[in-house]
């Protein structure tokens, strides 16, 4: 007898071969046999009419904190993901010093807009080592999860304080490069560092303080163990973005590791900026280069409201310095007051196209109940007043928390992100699954990859579509046993009716420590995610077993693996 059995599927095995007919049939973690299984299953799941796929690979995500209170990484799984990877834009929750806890929270809450509150009432700092921090995920983990280690906390660890104000010497560097060992060692993908990003003082994040040479040397015991690199680049400026693609490509053959840059989106005035990154990423590819840029599926949805910061305004000074450093209070009495209103009203007037078509999503008074769905050009119009003058009496007619839409922003030129998504050296992700829960979901990215440009448009078959999010990010990742559905390979496999799957409406909910909200996605046409050979979530069930593992494995010793060779 197996242990489950999935009968009567259709197979798209993740190879971008044709999909076929057959049942599937799983002993332990491992598939053990795919044509007519004439057994008994202890458990059997039926998928006439379903796809049975390899388990989705998510990797771009932020789960870092939400896993140490939350192992399945809700609702990423229930959308058919069966590993992600946290760690990304040079922040990771180890190896981290007590000393530092507070500042890493600060850069969280600013980069990826995750509530200190969270932090405060649902992590129990118990680790420090990056070892440790693996050790207390592992508890209860449903998903897998293959972690990236920052470089920002890397330079803390190593460098305290100076990490954000100096370059590091090099016995520092050489020091950053044993605890980089350290962590790959302990369960580590890669190193993720940025750019761009800022901290809660709107200072440059430590690993901006960096030079060409110690990112090299980083690189370098990447090499040793042919890990990831992955960057945020200055994706504003196609140049820019060019010059750090280039640099990937010059490590990626200089130490023969893979690399990874994000965001890659395609807006209205950037297409051709699109064109140019993606000509040299060809141009690298052709010189035995790996340097893979990754692109969401989604168009660029972002929600706010003045209670919290929101990385919308970064544009606008005056905005976002009062939402960053002000009270409640203040905020308020900043919107009331006519002079530093006026001020207010003026920046605005920078982009004066964006605020007409927001939209107004949720309020907490019946008066305002009526107005909710409509676009703040036609509050406005009621109300004789601007859009952006309306945005501000709602916000303070609700106390800050008049929720607002800015809908499709970019990335929704189909034709244009059809033909990225399908582009051989595209790698799929970015969905920051985990972060900015209080701007959009990403939960779903997967499921609009189906629903829109699979099912809708018909821009990208089927087969292609599961093996660029399975067997490629499995490859580019060097994730041993997963991305396939083979005999030997582990059992993570998502199993999903092709007619249905879909993202469910954005929905604002309160399920994050400290009495948070976010916003999050129910899935649409996902039957049965199996996770290492168990059912981890079901439409019928719910939630299942836990079986998650760290991703890729125990890793091989440099010298062993040189032995081998």
């Known amino acids: 007898m197996y242990d489950l059995i999935v009968r009567n599927g259709t197979i798209v095995d993740g190879s971008g071969m044709p999909a076929y007919r057959a049942d599937l049939a799983i002993a332990g973690d491992r598939i053990v046999k795919i044509g007519r299984v004439e057994e008994a299953g202890a458990t ?300 207010l009203i003026r920046e605005a007037k920078l982009y004066e196209g964006l605020w007409p078509r927001l939209i107004l999503r949720q309020v907490t008074s019946q008066a305002n109940q009526p107005l909710v769905g409509k676009t703040l050009a036609e509050i406005a119009a009621l109300r004789g007043t601007t859009p952006v003058e309306a945005m501000i009496d709602l916000s303070l007619e609700e106390d800050l928390e008049a929720h607002f839409l800015a809908g499709d922003m970019g990335h929704n030129d189909d034709d244009k992100v059809g033909s990225l998504l399908r582009h051989p050296r595209v790698h799929i992700g970015a969905s920051d699954g985990g972060a900015h829960i209080l701007s959009f979901s990403t939960y779903g990215d997967t499921g609009y990859l189906f629903a829109h440009f699979v099912r809708d448009l018909q821009s990208m078959p089927m087969e292609e579509a599961v093996k660029k999010i399975t067997a490629d990010t499995a490859a580019i990742w060097g994730i041993p046993e997963r991305g396939r559905l083979e005999i030997g390979h582990v059992a993570d496999i998502t199993v999903f009716d092709p007619v249905q799957i879909d993202r469910g409406v954005e929905k604002f909910v309160q399920d994050v420590p400290g009495d948070g909200h976010r916003y999050v996605r129910d899935p649409l046409g996902i039957e049965t995610v199996i996770v290492s050979g168990a059912v981890a979530w079901s439409h019928e069930h719910g939630y299942g077993d836990a079986r998650g593992q760290i991703l890729p494995g125990e890793c091989v010793q440099p010298a062993d693996r040189i032995a081998a060779e």
């Open 44 to 343: 059997e799941i039926d998928a006439e009419d379903k796809i049975v796929a390899p388990g989705f690979i998510d990797p771009h995500t932020h789960f870092d904190a939400q896993l140490l209170w939350d192992g399945y990484a809700k609702p990423a799984l229930s959308h058919g993901v069966t590993t992600i990877v946290p760690g990304n834009c040079s922040l990771s929750l180890a190896p981290l010093k007590a000393k530092h806890r507070m500042k890493l929270v600060g850069m969280f809450n600013q980069i990826e807009e995750m509530p200190l509150k969270a932090f405060e009432e649902g992590v129990v700092w118990d680790w420090e080592t990056f070892a440790e921090y693996i050790q207390r995920i592992r508890k209860g983990l449903a998903i897998n999860v293959a972690p990236l280690v920052g470089h920002s906390v890397l330079r803390l660890w190593v460098m305290g304080d100076d990490a954000m104000e100096r370059t590091a010497t090099d016995a520092e560097v050489t020091e950053m490069q044993a605890v980089l060992r350290e962590c790959l060692e302990a369960g580590a993908v890669g190193l993720s560092t940025s750019y761009v990003d800022m901290d809660e003082r709107l200072q440059p994040v430590p690993s901006r303080f960096a030079d060409a040479a110690e990112v090299d040397r980083l690189a370098s015991v990447l090499g040793e163990y042919g890990r990831m690199l992955q960057i945020v680049p200055e994706f504003y400026d196609a140049d820019l973005t060019i010059a750090r693609l280039d640099q990937l490509a010059e490590l990626s053959l200089k130490y023969a590791i893979p690399t990874t840059f994000s965001p890659l989106f395609v807006n209205a005035d950037n297409i051709g900026a699109v064109d140019r990154v993606m000509a040299r990423v060809d141009e690298q590819f052709l010189r035995g280069a790996r340097v893979w840029p990754q692109v969401q599926t989604r168009p660029i949805d972002i929600s706010f409201c003045f209670s919290v910061p929101s990385l919308l305004f970064i544009r606008f000074p005056g905005w976002y310095r009062i939402m960053r450093f002000g009270t409640h209070e203040e905020i308020v009495a900043t919107f009331s007051d006519p002079n530093q209103r006026e001020t």
